[in-house]
C-alpha cells in the first residue's frame, strides 16, 4: 500500500532556534500569530509559497523530533490568559495586605508608639503625627537665674497622666526659637521617673546654661523617634 504523503512546514522561533512542524492549512490565508512552547516568544508567520518538505505517513508520526506547532498554538491560546491573571491576582494580594496592614499601623499607630518607642521615625518618615495620647504638660514655667555668674535658663512643668492605666513617659524635648518661630536650639531629658501610674502627676525641672541670645518663645513636648 503507498503511504500517505504529507506536506508540512518546518517553522523556528526566531528567540531560542527551536523547531516545529506545521500544517500549512492552519495558516491560511494570509498567516497568523504563533508562539513558541520552549521560550513563550510570539511571532507572525506567513504560509510559505511553496513546500519545503514532504514527510510519509500521518501527522501523528511526522514529528521527527519536533514539537507539533499545534502545542505552541495552544500555549499561545489557553497559557497566557490564566498566567496573566494569576499575576494580577498576586499582585491584587500584595497590595490589599499592605493597604490592610498599613491602616492597623495608623489605627493603633499611639499603641504602637508606646510599645516601641523607635517606630516613631517610621511615622514620621510617612508624614503621620503620632501623640502619646494620654500624657499632657500643665503649668510649664520659665525663668532666667544666674548660677557662677552665668545665665541658665531653667524650664519646669508637670507631666499628668490622664488614663487608667500606667504609661511610659517619653523624654521632653525643649526648643528654644527666635521671634519669627525659628529654632535656635534644643535638647531633650529623661525624666527621673520613667513611668507614671494611671491619673498620677510628676514634676520635672531641666536648665540650659548660656541659652542663645533672640530665644523669645520656648515649646515643651515629648520628643519623636530618634531627636
Known amino acids: 500500500m503507498t503511504p500517505r504523503v504529507t506536506r508540512f512546514m518546518i517553522l523556528t522561533c526566531p528567540s531560542c532556534s527551536s523547531r516545529y512542524l506545521a500544517d500549512p492549512a492552519s495558516l491560511q490565508p494570509s498567516g497568523r500569530m504563533v508562539r513558541c512552547a ?3 516568544h510570539s511571532w507572525f508567520q506567513k504560509p510559505a509559497d511553496d513546500m519545503p518538505r514532504s514527510v510519509a505517513g ?9 514539537m507539533s506547532l499545534d502545542t505552541a498554538m ?11 491573571v494569576s499575576t494580577l491576582a498576586l499582585w491584587v ?16 499607630r499611639v499603641e504602637i508608639v508606646r510599645g516601641w518607642p523607635q517606630t516613631a521615625s517610621l511615622y514620621d518618615l510617612f508624614g503621620v503625627e503620632v501623640n502619646v495620647a494620654g500624657l499632657e504638660f ?15 535658663l531653667a524650664v519646669r512643668g508637670t507631666v499628668v497622666n490622664l488614663t487608667d492605666q500606667a504609661l511610659p513617659i517619653p523624654r ?20 527621673d521617673q520613667t513611668r507614671i501610674e494611671a491619673g498620677a502627676t510628676t514634676e ?4 540650659l546654661s548660656s541659652p542663645p541670645l533672640g530665644a523669645q ?3 515643651v513636648r515629648f520628643a519623636e523617634g530618634a531627636e
Not at 139 to 151: A, M, P
Open 38 to 40: 520552549n521560550c513563550g
Open 58 to 66: 500521518s501527522a501523528a508520526s511526522a514529528n521527527d523530533g519536533l
Open 74 to 84: 495552544d500555549g499561545h491560546r489557553h497559557s497566557r490568559f490564566p498566567v496573566a
Open 93 to 108: 494580594l500584595l497590595i490589599g495586605a499592605l493597604i490592610g496592614f498599613g491602616a492597623i499601623a495608623y489605627q493603633y
Open 138 to 152: 500643665r503649668d510649664v514655667t520659665n525663668n532666667l537665674e544666674t548660677q557662677d555668674g552665668l545665665s541658665v
Open 172 to 191: 521632653v524635648r525643649i526648643s528654644l526659637r527666635d521671634a519669627e518661630g525659628l529654632e535656635l536650639y534644643y535638647w531633650t531629658v529623661v525624666l
Open 204 to 207: 520635672f525641672i531641666t536648665r
Open 217 to 219: 518663645d520656648i515649646e
